[in-house]
């Protein structure tokens, strides 16, 4: 089966990227408006794309009516934003945060999670996560409706027992989530874990 990208309908394209190429990581980023109320919202398309200095990217869709989401609206006012890594443990406080709440609502009160100060920017990171990179806007690019966001990591947060002296990382902690295709999400266990 082959599917020609200019004779394809949208859905369908939507269905394909978002179903075959899996499983994705979940950046839970968060930030603060110029107004000082916190957001948070996951996104999975998501991924490192430097190691030194470490640089992230996500890309964000606009709201249905062409405005920009939160997220980017407070990452381009502010120009600084954390990605916290979506865990097993947190799964369903992630759940609440990707409903659509409007701007002035809280959404670390909405999905019970506690704001934590960072070290070197104003936007907070989820106290609970076992993992947050605290990011300052490196660039900031239109690709079609999507907005491209590359943010370069000042400070990485990792939870005591996580990673051992040399940087390697304790799977059977962590346990990260990964997101699939449709409503479906993945999970981490050290017994599907292939080593080589």
């Known amino acids: 089966m082959e599917f020609v990208v200019g004779k394809t309908d949208g859905d369908t394209l939507f269905r394909l990227v978002l179903g075959l190429i899996v499983p994705r990581p979940i950046g839970w980023v968060s930030t603060v408006s110029k107004e000082g109320v916190r957001n948070i919202a996951p996104f999975s398309f998501f991924n490192a794309v430097n190691d030194e200095p470490p640089v992230l ?3 964000v869709s606009d709201r249905d009516d062409g405005t920009p989401k939160d997220t980017v609206k407070n990452i381009l006012d ?32 909405m999905a019970g999670l ?17 993992v947050s990179f605290e990011c300052r806007l490196f660039r900031h690019e239109k690709v079609y409706d999507m907005h491209l966001i590359l943010g370069e990591v000042v400070l990485i947060k990792v939870q005591d027992g996580l990673v051992d002296e040399e ?25 599907c874990i292939i080593r080589i």
């Open 57 to 59: 990217m996500i890309s």
């Open 78 to 109: 502010t120009g600084e934003f954390v990605v916290n890594m979506v865990t097993e443990d947190l799964f369903e406080n992630m759940l609440t945060t990707s409903e659509g709440f409007p701007p002035e609502v809280d959404e670390f009160e």
């Open 114 to 130: 506690t704001p934590e100060d960072s070290i070197l920017i104003k936007a907070p990171r989820i106290k609970e996560a076992k």
């Open 167 to 191: 940087g390697r990382v304790n799977y059977s902690f962590y346990r990260p989530i990964g997101r699939l295709g449709g409503a479906y999400y993945l999970k981490l266990h050290p017994e």
